[in-house]
T-cell receptor, first 113, second 117 residues
Framework: AQSVTQLDSQVPVFEEAPVELRCNYS??????LFWYVQYPNQGLQLLLK??????LVKGINGFEAEFNKSQTSFHLRKPSVHISDTAEYFCAVSSPGAQKLVFGQGTRLTINP | NAGVMQNPRHLVRRRGQEARLRCSPVKGHSHVYWYRQLPEEGLKFMVYLQKENIIDESGMPKERFSAEFPKEGPSILRIQQVVRGDSAAYFC???????????????FGAGSRLTVL
């Protein structure tokens, strides 16, 4: 069975500061990894995904994530955050041929002015 | 090209009533998924359907919950005799068929928020 652990339930940062949201996964097979963002009272939007190839993946809104197979991690980073980045961020895992995503518990990112 | 459409966006029911949540997938997508998000929690998989078939319902509660995806029309998640613990956001997602080895990228709807009084 696959599982995802997001190590921080809440992350407060100041505007224009860098941020890292941590995600670790557990899987006995090869994986696909995803980060989704949920703005208040909205659905989930895909930020970025790792399917294969380069381990550094760039997504929308200036976010990027790095797949680290040895550490089973897929941490999300942004060098300078904006107030509009305030949201809940979800890491998710699936595998080739698997039809469903398994989500982490989410990390609430709060940006302070 | 519309995304995943869910309605109603907000639904209030009294204990014992029925709730019906509808989901129209992205045009051309043949797979539909339902997830539930309880307050302050992540998304939990409920059920995965293709047209007229339930493929995986391992996350569905054994009683009161059912789902369908008919040949024509939207997918429906039905909750009978609702209880306060059913209060949650219910998200639908869809994806195209990717074969047995492809990557399944889900597109989510905005969700239906159920409140049980």
């Amino acid at each position: 069975a696959q599982s995802v652990t997001q190590l921080d339930s809440q992350v407060p940062v100041f505007e224009e500061a860098p941020v890292e949201l941590r995600c670790n996964y557990s899987s006995s097979v090869s994986v696909y990894l995803f980060w989704y963002v949920q703005y208040p009272n909205q659905g989930l939007q895909l930020l970025l995904k790792y399917l294969s190839g380069s381990t550094l993946v760039k997504g929308i809104n200036g976010f990027e994530a790095e797949f680290n197979k040895s550490q089973t991690s897929f941490h999300l980073r942004k060098p300078s955050v904006h107030i509009s980045d305030t949201a809940e961020y979800f890491c998710a895992v699936s595998s080739p041929g698997a039809q469903k995503l398994v989500f982490g518990q989410g990390t609430r990112l709060t940006i302070n002015p | 090209n519309a995304g995943v459409m869910q309605n109603p966006r907000h639904l209030v029911r009294r204990r014992g009533q029925e709730a019906r949540l509808r989901c129209s997938p992205v045009k051309g997508h043949s797979h539909v998924y339902w997830y539930r998000q309880l307050p302050e929690e992540g998304l939990k998989f409920m059920v995965y359907l293709q047209k007229e078939n339930i493929i995986d319902e391992s996350g569905m509660p054994k009683e009161r919950f059912s789902a369908e995806f008919p040949k024509e029309g939207p997918s429906i998640l039905r909750i009978q005799q609702v209880v306060r613990g059913d209060s949650a956001a219910y998200f639908c997602a869809s994806s195209p068929y990717t074969g047995s080895s492809g990557a399944n990228v889900l597109t989510f709807g905005a969700g239906s928020r159920l409140t049980v009084l």
